[in-house]
């Protein structure tokens, strides 16, 4: 069984004076943390279920669906009016949220969280929900995104009386709220968000209401449904992903919009704007990499995004080839554009190992050596011979790229040409995607030609940033971040030395 924290619970003891003995002598590090393979991490995932006698279980069937979101941890917290409950642990949604786990929260009431950390330790400690009590009364939150500028806001809140339990952002939002002067709660929350600065996508609970709420750029997804309940009453539920509510059967409402705060109670559903003004900043790579093609975010279909990513890739630098090949699963489906853009047959040349998932984000790496031959075989019967277009969502360090050219082409493929379906990445994020700093971005350091003869192919090209845009464009005109392309960051503040770049030469 995994190891789990429990808050709240009848019958075990509650942890949380522990984890604060233990967290007064941990330091905040605002930096993300670094990658340990040549990929970028996921960030988080968040669900909240209002109105169902069975929250608990919706939550967690929510949160499986969110689980490509992160791996690292998950909790879900219930109330029923009354109590508050809190149940997290380290490792998958299914591993921690067995029967008799979900047994231990009951209400009607839940929030859930699943997590690859972005900002503080990696352990159980920082896992979410985040509960407090505070001043305004038990408050659980989860949160996706990253908060940036937080300059002295934590220490001036440790000033003024709070107790931290973790050394996770996400916390300052509920000790902002626990200080806040204003009379109301939802005033205090709305308050409290427009104080701090980044990407925010949260969920929030109290004994009996739930809150949520985007940040004002709109950096990540939150969309609300409906279902029914066992009653046939209207449930309200909110996820980070649409794909959440094809599991749970709910109905797509809207996005919670950037800058609004959503409250749900035995009164209804009531909004409010807590900002306004700022534009819209939603990140393109969620289109890119993130999120699942069967979700609607940002009033988009990412299935329909990759697919005109992949047929603008074909028409912007096509190639003579014999077959195009996806490196799974991300590149599937801006693949499945190329070809048919580019008349070519789609192939699956490459298959992925699903099972070994978890071990690569294991701390302590023994496997790592293997490299991607424990997660990609090349099918040769598919490969050999043939001129081979590839295609992917990102080069991050090029030593993953590098070793599937070489695995293709020892597949016996006579060309191998790499496609990448977004712009050079040459910046870090700061707004919850976890990026190496610039100076191990390879694109930052190095010519697409440098880069090619590092990885090894015959060609390598990447999809232009106009037609990244043009690909996610539609008819709301939302507004991209594309900091990570461009190096031009929405927000005021960055890490100044996340962004030097290297002298290091190939
Ligand atoms: S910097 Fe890149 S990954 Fe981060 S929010 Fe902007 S587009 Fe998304």
Known sequence: MSRLLFQGIPGFSDLSDSLRLRSSTTTHDPRPTVPDSDTLREECGVVAIYGHPH??????????????RGQESAGIATADGQHLANIKGMGLVSEIFTDDVLLKLPGHLAIGHTRYSTTGDSALLNAQPIRVDSTKGLIAIAHNGNLVHLGNLRAALERDGAYFQTTSDSEIIVQLIAHSRADTLVDAIADSLSQVEGAFSIVMMTRDRIFAA????????????????????????????????????AEFIR???????????????????????????????????????DSRIFGRWVQESRDQMGRQLARESGVPADVVVPVPDSGVTAALGYAEEAGLPFRMGLIRNHYVGRTFIEPEQRVRDFGVRLKL???HNLLAGKRVILIDDSIIRGTTSRKIVRMVRGAGATEVHLRISCPPTISPCFYGVDTPSKSELIAANHSVEGIR??????????????????????EHKTGYCTACYTGNYPTQWVDVEEILPAAATL
């Open 214 to 249: 985007r940040d004002p750029r709109g950096f990540r997804p939150l969309s609300m449904g409906r279902m029914k309940n066992a009653q046939g009453h209207d449930a309200i539920v909110f996820a980070s992903e649409s794909c959440a509510f094809d599991l749970l059967r």
């Open 255 to 293: 996005d919670v919009l950037p800058g609004e705060l959503v409250m749900v109670s035995q009164d209804g559903v009531t909004s409010r704007q807590f900002t306004s003004g700022l534009p819209q900043s939603s990140c393109v790579f969620e289109h890119v990499y993130f999120a699942r093609p």
């Open 55 to 68: 929250a608990a279980r919706e939550a967690y069937l929510g949160l499986y669906a969110l689980q490509h």
């Open 453 to 474: 003869q590092f990885i090894e192919a015959d060609s390598l090209a990447y999809l232009s940033l106009e037609g990244l845009l043009a690909s996610v464009r539609d």
């Open 377 to 379: 075989n090349p099918v």
